[in-house]
């Protein structure tokens, strides 16, 4: 079997099944990039080389398994899976039968979906849907990709009361929203966590996608879910454009098995994407100075509200031009410390430290020093960014009742604001509770 691969409407690559659970790529038009990773690299590109690529626009764990087995694919078969569901992808790949057509809009091609079809799909449950097409968004979260005029989306609230139409798009559309709804036992109040940190981050300065909350009816009553605008979609002339798009791991050419930075005792080096490599990809591509500004706050950020899921394909570059890319707005931002068995270490280091209570200003300063940033333009930044959040966190610790999610993550924040204002030197009055300062509040209920 062949594939074709195309970039937006451009066919630019051929995949060619070369043993069980193995592929190589035909590259047929070296004018647009496919991936940083190819460049210079002659036909036909070995399975190392582009297997960890296609590999990254796949769902993962459960969902990759549920869906595998659903559509009857073999979990390591990527080769057939891309087959069946890589028609739409994160940016402007299309991966389609040899002689097929890209999800290019001729004219939209709408299906409506009930929000329990909804649900199942974006967990992965597709056995009972009749549209299975567009399921190939990558990462484990329960998500799937709709279509949504932006103009006309409905008040929180009132979806409580009414059941929203979605749209899913098949064969020549492509989606314009993500929805992830809140369906995974081990993420209770993701929608909450998430909404709360994109919100937070948007007012820190940082690019940060569009995000609404919603309520899905399901067969069990009302879902919870939060909708994302997707910006590697842009319109023109009344048609969804896709922008090129990869994650770090796609451009380092690492497996999402990968997508952590860990300590390896075996070699005594660091292994995954790190800090580091975000910089020094930045300034390979456009609008550098944005791209390394928006990485000094995202690293503080993520510090901040204790996101120790900030891995290698949580961060991307967008292709705005066919062939210069740049760093992409911010996505998937949440707080870890809702989720106690998540793992407690920093996805990436900071200077060479992976245990968050232990980082300090000397591990900054050394992080500064090995990404060749300014460590005094990341001291100012941390400051005017302490002295954004500060009041906000005030006025969430004051919501009374029940301890909500964003009461739990501001007592977070409260407690890294304070403890990084303490190893700058920073002047801030915090007139916040003695057991914040002591960090005795970290595991608070959560009700509801």
């Not at 990709?145 to 899913?168: M, W």
């Not at 998430?194 to 309520?215: H, N, P, W």
């Not at 760093?327 to 280091?349: G, K, R």
Request: proline letters at 4%.
């Amino acid at each position: 079997m062949v594939l074709d691969v195309y970039l937006a409407d451009h066919l630019v690559g051929k995949l060619r099944e070369t043993q069980m659970h193995e592929y190589e790529l035909e590259v047929l038009d070296h004018s647009k990039a496919i991936s940083n990773q190819f460049i210079g690299i002659e036909n036909p590109i070995p399975f190392d080389i582009c297997g960890p690529f296609f590999e990254n626009i796949l769902p993962e764990d459960k969902r990759k398994a549920k869906i595998c087995k659903a559509l009857e694919v073999h979990k390591k078969d990527d080769f057939n899976l891309l087959s069946k569901i890589g028609r739409e992808t994160a940016g402007a790949i299309s991966v389609v039968h040899e002689g097929a057509k890209p999800n290019i809009l001729d004219t939209p091609d709408l299906n409506t979906l009930t929000h329990q079809e909804l649900i199942d799909k974006a967990k992965g449950d597709i056995a009972g849907i009749k549209f299975k097409t567009r399921i190939s968004l990558a990462g484990a979260q329960a998500k799937a990709s709709i279509v949504l005029n932006d103009r006309d989306l409905p008040e929180t609230e009132e979806t409580k009361t009414t059941a929203f139409p979605i749209y899913t798009c098949e064969n020549r559309s492509l989606s314009n929203f993500i929805i992830k709804p809140e369906v995974n036992p081990d993420l209770p109040h993701s929608v909450d966590n998430e909404y709360f940190c994109m919100t937070l981050a948007r007012e820190v300065g940082i690019d940060a996608a569009d995000v609404y909350k919603c309520f899905l009816h399901g067969e069990k009553g009302l879902i919870p879910a939060l909708l994302i605008k997707r910006f590697d979609r842009y319109e023109t002339e009344g048609q969804v454009r896709p922008y090129h798009m990869e994650d770090l791991c796609q451009i380092l050419g690492l497996s999402p098995d990968y997508k952590y930075q860990e300590y390896s005792a075996v070699t005594g080096n660091d292994t995954g994407p790190g800090i580091s490599n975000l910089v020094n990809i930045t300034k390979k591509g456009k609008n550098v100075i944005h791209g390394i500004q928006q990485i000094i706050k995202l690293v503080i950020f993520n510090y901040i509200v204790e996101n120790q899921d900030a891995h290698g394909k949580n961060f991307s570059f967008i292709y705005k031009d066919e062939d210069k890319f740049e760093f992409a707005p911010a996505y998937d931002l949440i707080s870890t410390c809702l989720y106690d068995e998540m793992n407690e270490d920093l996805a990436m280091h900071i200077g060479g430290e992976y245990n968050p209570a232990i980082v300090g200003k000397d591990h900054f300063q050394k992080m500064c020093k090995e990404t060749k940033l300014g460590f005094s333009s990341f001291k100012k930044e941390a400051e005017k960014m302490i002295g954004t959040l500060k009041p906000l966190i005030e006025e969430t610790q004051k919501t009374k009742g029940k301890a909500t999610a964003e009461r739990k993550i501001a007592e977070v924040m409260a407690m890294r604001c304070y403890h990084l204002s303490q190893e700058f030197g920073f002047d801030f009055d915090f007139n916040w509770d003695e057991d914040i300062k002591s960090n005795a509040f970290l595991n608070p209920q959560i009700d509801g």
